[in-house]
């Protein structure tokens, strides 16, 4: 258990730097672009961003027109298709189903031993 502890900020750091929440999927370079498909805190980031700006507007000075509604704020500055929602929730249910058969799996392994 101590090893986790030890082990568990060093791959949740990449993971969220990789995740598009700091850096947008299409500035990446093509080295670390593969990454972002393989993290499930993306899916959690793109379910989260268009749960969150889906419908929203902006009114106000000095707030420019790629930026006045919701949709054009993940399209333009998130690089987010506003479309996805429920394809983004049901990646993150494939992930723990597979997670949890994964290790129920090494679980009756090791148990049979």
């Known amino acids: 258990i101590s090893i986790a502890v030890l082990l568990a900020p060093g791959s949740i750091l990449p993971m969220a730097i990789l995740s598009g929440f700091f850096v947008n999927q299409k500035d990446m370079t093509w080295v670390f ?67 949890r058969v994964l290790s129920t799996i090494v679980i009756s392994r090791r148990l049979v031993r």
């Open 33 to 99: 672009r593969w990454f972002t498909y393989v993290d499930y805190l993306t899916y959690g980031w793109r379910a989260m961003a268009l749960a969150g700006f889906q419908g929203l507007t902006f009114d106000g000075d000095g707030v420019p027109e790629s930026y006045r509604t919701g949709e054009l704020v993940l399209e333009n500055r998130l690089a987010i298709p506003s479309s996805g929602y429920w394809a983004n929730i049901g990646i993150l249910i494939a992930f723990v189903l597979f997670f």
